[in-house]
């Protein structure tokens, strides 16, 4: 219940002078009074959009009183009968000084993204259950093999960690790969010194000269399967936690079985069994209904279109990255400008840069503030 200032004043007028009620008031005239001033709902004073804009700046200015949204909003509620939350963030967004010290974003981070339509990019990688945590110290680790596209994967638990062990767990997986009829056509994985024997296990699948594998930067993760390594030792910790097996050799097999036949929202609701059974119409009507959405950093804000005004971050990408400046001092620029134009990404869908004073400096959607009205 959240009447503007006219319609309380109607409402107050018919009840002062036994008029028909305005239709908003008619549901609630049983717990609705009034005196000279104004109405009042189950005892609490109902207040115009004015009045609500002054006791909101008074509380937010005021030493004792609360300076953010929901603390405000509980202590006017408490008082009066049609103070909203979103009043009060309405009201905090259009003060310059909330403006000036309202928190900024972090640069986003431009993470790996792939597009793949086909099987046959295999990624490895290992991970290893830690004693600590109650595993078998006897065993050195786990190759994880899956294949990109349909995330059919496979475990292997090692007993050494040595290139011809590790190689061997390899080969297993790409004859498996190749039995369900799709050919592995390169391997990506991170430049881990176990994994040296991929090369050697890949060659006998050679179609076309050129490398086979390929690493990632030194030091960074192969993404996709670190997800679903994650999703294997979650997996696993179930059987650790309640006391059934320390041996996860014995368990890693069932565990993949699990996920090779659990059905994937994103493509087609089917199981990474049954992506590689379909034939090239299959994978193509499965790829045009993706719903792998691709996350843009302009995302995480309202839309910015030309002619909305705007404050701009007044820190050096340098001082964004290292927070070198410290968020608590005034950050935005007093000055409040207009977008004049977007210009979109070349390779990032639905990224821009925003040019609002020249056509010669942009600002990312980061480091722009919209506002609507300034008191």
Same mark, same amino acid.
């Given at each position: 219940?959240?009447?503007?200032?006219?319609? %309380?004043?109607?409402?107050? !007028?018919?009840?002062? @002078?036994?008029?028909?009620?305005?239709?908003?008031?008619?549901?609630?005239?049983?717990?609705?009074?009034?005196?000279?001033?104004?109405?009042?709902?189950?005892?609490?004073?109902?207040?115009?959009?004015?009045? @609500?804009?002054?006791?909101?700046? =008074?509380?937010?200015?005021?030493?004792?009183?609360?300076?953010?949204? !929901?603390?405000?909003?509980?202590?006017?509620?408490?008082?009066?009968?049609? *103070?909203?939350?979103?009043? #009060?963030?309405? #009201?905090?967004?259009?003060?310059?000084? &909330?403006?000036?010290?309202?928190?900024?974003?972090?640069?986003?981070?431009?993470? /790996?993204?792939?597009?793949?339509?086909?099987?046959?990019?295999?990624?490895?990688?290992? +991970?290893?259950?830690?004693?600590?945590? /109650?595993?078998?110290?006897?065993?050195?680790? *786990? %190759?994880?093999?899956?294949?990109?596209?349909?995330?059919?994967?496979?475990?292997?638990?090692?007993?050494?960690?040595? $290139? *011809?062990?590790?190689?061997?767990?390899?080969?297993? +997986?790409?004859?498996?790969?190749?039995?369900?009829?799709?050919?592995?056509?390169?391997?990506?994985?991170?430049?881990?010194?176990?994994?040296?024997?991929?090369?050697?296990?890949?060659?006998? &699948?050679?179609?076309?000269?050129?490398?086979?594998?390929?690493?990632?930067?030194?030091? $960074?993760?192969?993404?996709? #399967?670190?997800?679903?390594?994650?999703?294997?030792?979650?997996?696993?910790?179930v059987f650790r936690t309640s006391g059934i097996t320390d041996d996860y050799s014995l368990i890693l097999n069932d565990i993949t079985d699990s996920i090779n036949n659990q059905k994937r929202p994103a493509r087609g609701n089917k199981t990474p069994l049954e992506l590689l059974r379909l034939d090239k119409e299959g994978r193509t009507l499965v790829n045009a209904n993706n =719903?792998?959405?691709?996350?843009?950093?302009?995302?995480? +804000?309202?839309?910015? @279109?030309? /002619?909305?005004? *705007?404050?701009?971050?007044?820190?050096?990408?340098?001082?964004?990255?290292?927070? $070198?400046?410290?968020?608590?001092?005034?950050?935005?620029?007093?000055?409040?400008?207009?977008? =004049?134009?977007? !210009?979109?990404?070349?390779?990032?869908?639905?990224?821009?840069?925003?040019?609002?004073?020249?056509?010669?400096?942009?600002?990312?959607?980061?480091?722009?503030? $919209?506002?609507?009205? #300034?008191?």
């Open positions: 219940m959240n009447p503007g200032t006219e319609n %309380l004043h109607l409402a107050h !007028q018919a009840f002062l @002078k036994g008029l028909d009620l305005p239709s908003w008031a008619v549901p609630l005239q049983g717990s609705m009074t009034f005196d000279e001033k104004r109405l009042y709902f189950e005892g609490l004073p109902m207040v115009t959009k004015e009045e @609500k804009r002054e006791m909101i700046k =008074r509380e937010y200015f005021d030493p004792k009183g609360f300076s953010t949204i !929901q603390p405000i909003f509980d202590k006017l509620s408490e008082g009066y009968a049609n *103070v909203t939350r979103a009043d #009060v963030r309405r #009201v905090l967004r259009t003060l310059e000084t &909330y403006q000036l010290n309202f928190r900024r974003n972090h640069p986003p981070k431009i993470m /790996g993204r792939m597009n793949l339509k086909n099987p046959g990019c295999i990624m490895l990688d290992m +991970f290893f259950p830690s004693k600590h945590d /109650g595993w078998r110290a006897d065993l050195a680790g *786990v %190759l994880t093999c899956m294949d990109a596209w349909s995330r059919f994967v496979r475990c292997y638990a090692m007993e050494r960690k040595t $290139k *011809v062990l590790v190689q061997i767990g390899i080969e297993r +997986f790409l004859q498996e790969f190749a039995s369900k009829g799709h050919i592995p056509k390169m391997i990506l994985c991170d430049k881990g010194s176990e994994l040296k024997g991929a090369g050697d296990a890949i060659e006998r &699948y050679r179609t076309k000269p050129g490398p086979m594998v390929f690493h990632s930067q030194t030091g $960074k993760p192969v993404n996709l #399967v670190e997800q679903t390594q994650a999703q294997i030792q979650r997996r696993m910790a =719903r792998f959405g691709i996350a843009t950093p302009d995302e995480r +804000f309202k839309p910015l @279109k030309p /002619g909305d005004k *705007v404050r701009v971050l007044m820190m050096t990408l340098k001082e964004q990255v290292t927070n $070198k400046k410290k968020g608590f001092t005034e950050k935005w620029s007093r000055d409040v400008y207009k977008v =004049r134009r977007k !210009q979109a990404l070349q390779g990032n869908p639905g990224a821009f840069r925003y040019f609002v004073w020249n056509d010669s400096e942009s600002y990312f959607r980061h480091e722009l503030l $919209k506002i609507f009205s #300034v008191d």
